[in-house]
């Protein structure tokens, strides 16, 4: 059974940072992209960030460059998302997703910005 567990959600300040992580299990992704994704009230879900299996090929959406940093730790499975000046905008549910044409997704994680 493939599992992504994300965590590091909640409430902050209008910038303020918060780390997200996601943790896979059940399945190796070490051989997959993994990206984040978000879905703010009344809107489509949307990429955030998205990294290759080797961490040397990242995409950020232009909403987020220079302010947000995906990484991943593969000796642990793991794909993190450091969030920083966020902006209230930024609040969503933030998704991590992995696998081939991202059939693996995770619970979500709600990040609220308070302006």
């Known amino acids: 059974q493939v599992q992504l567990v994300e965590s590091g959600g909640g409430l902050v300040q209008a910038g303020g940072s918060l780390r997200l992580s996601c943790a896979a299990s059940?399945?190796?992704?070490?051989?997959?992209?993994m990206g984040w994704f978000r879905q703010a009230p009344g809107k489509e879900r949307e990429l955030v960030a998205r990294i290759n299996w080797r961490g040397d090929r990242i995409y950020y959406a232009d909403f987020v460059k220079g302010r947000f940093t995906i990484s991943r730790d593969n000796t642990k499975n793991t794909v993190d998302l450091q969030m920083n000046s966020l902006k209230f905008e930024d609040t969503a549910v933030y998704y991590c997703a992995g696998g081939n044409n991202w059939g693996y997704w995770g619970q979500g994680t709600q990040v609220t910005v308070s302006s």
């Open positions: 059940g399945r190796t992704f070490t051989s997959s992209t």
